[in-house]
């Protein structure tokens, strides 16, 4: 018997979570009672949103993943489809509910995050093996570390063996992450708080993220990028082993929150969708878009449609 097989460009295995984000005027203390201001949710999940971002510029972008049997996971998958996201590999679980991350917010700005993984620790490395044999020739694998680090490892492992380009976001960052995640990924894209994290060096400014960017080849990767806000990023190749800035016009930003997967999603469909592009224009194009989020609040809320850019960036 043959299975028709699915046909998919970017595959994003990562999590899925319910922001719950409650507008304080200041943190309440421990047993103590307080009454908020405004309360909104929205869909995240660095792994959900790195998704629906390719899926907005137009890559056939499928989401592996797992939410709970409740209105959350309900909501979530509404929100892939209303992004055109394949969601035949999101599986809803009755073993956990769907990852939430309630959020305080002071009248300073300040937040204090609480993270429930649920749902998003029960995706094991069969759940991914078994999605991509569905799927017909990818062409790139996203992971973050939100999810079980076995898992993560399994997917980059199985896609370097079927050929797929890989792209590693190490988010979180974790201290002392093993040599092996770096080497089954074509592609190590950090921010600098998680390049700090994983080489112990400090990365402040570009000079600094250079030299941090040949450590993390060091480890195994074959390009290293590391996203530095609003001076851009910088990427070193294992080939040339010349680490190179590119600068993104600075804008004053409105919310910041998501830029990061805004970069990894846009990053992801240039692979997919213009992979004869120079790999530093598709980092220069990932910025642009990655800078236009900045100015609306919001995570995906604030991730532009391909419509609305500039058609010198598709
Ligand atoms: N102030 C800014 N001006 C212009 N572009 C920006 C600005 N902030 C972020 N960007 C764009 O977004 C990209 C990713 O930003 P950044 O390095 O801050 O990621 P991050 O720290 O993972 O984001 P997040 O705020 O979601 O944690 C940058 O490479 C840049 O292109
Ligand atoms: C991306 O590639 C797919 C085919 O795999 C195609 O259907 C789609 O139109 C492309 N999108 C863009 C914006 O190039
Ligand atoms: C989804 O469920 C099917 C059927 O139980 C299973 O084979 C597959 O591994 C699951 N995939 C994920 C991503 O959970
Ligand atoms: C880098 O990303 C992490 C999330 O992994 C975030 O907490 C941190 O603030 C980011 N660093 C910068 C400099 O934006």
Not at 151 to 166: F, H, N, S, Y
Not at 218 to 246: F, N, Q, S, W
């Amino acid at each position: 018997m043959s299975m028709k097989k699915c046909q998919i460009d970017v595959v994003i295995v990562g999590s899925c979570n319910m922001d719950l984000i409650s507008y304080v005027s200041r943190f309440p203390k421990p047993g103590e009672t307080i009454h908020g201001k405004r309360f909104c949710t929205g869909f995240g999940g660095k792994g959900a949103n790195q998704c629906v971002m390719a899926s907005r510029l137009g890559a056939k972008t499928a989401m592996v993943g797992k939410v709970g049997d409740d209105s959350y996971g309900r909501d979530t998958i509404m929100n892939f489809k209303e992004n055109n996201v394949v969601t035949d590999f999101l599986n809803t679980t009755k073993e956990s509910s769907t990852g939430v991350a309630p959020i305080l917010v002071d009248d300073s700005g300040q937040n204090s995050i609480v993270i429930v993984s649920g749902a998003n620790f029960q995706i094991t490395p069969v759940d991914v093996q078994q999605a991509l044999s569905q799927m017909e020739s990818p062409k790139v694998l996203v992971c973050q570390l939100e999810i079980l680090q076995e898992t993560v490892l399994a997917a980059l492992k199985e896609a370097r063996a079927l050929g797929i380009t890989t792209i590693l976001n190490p988010a979180p960052g974790v201290p002392g992450l093993p040599d092996e995640f770096y080497q089954y990924s074509d592609f190590f894209c950090p921010n600098e708080t998680e390049t700090e994290l994983l080489t112990g060096l400090s990365v402040s400014c570009v000079e600094e993220a250079k030299k941090a960017s040949l450590v993390l080849l060091d480890k195994g990767c074959k390009t290293a990028i590391i996203t530095m806000g609003g001076e851009g990023a910088v990427y070193a190749t294992a080939e040339a082993r010349t680490p190179l800035h590119v600068p993104v016009d600075a804008v004053t930003p409105v919310d910041t929150t998501g830029a990061g997967d805004a970069f990894i999603g846009s990053l992801a469909f240039y692979l997919a969708n213009h992979s004869s592009l120079e790999l530093g224009e598709m980092i220069k194009r990932s910025c642009e878009i990655a800078s236009t989020s900045v100015l609306s609040p919001g995570t995906q809320t604030s991730f532009p449609w391909k419509q609305s850019l500039h058609p010198h960036l598709l």
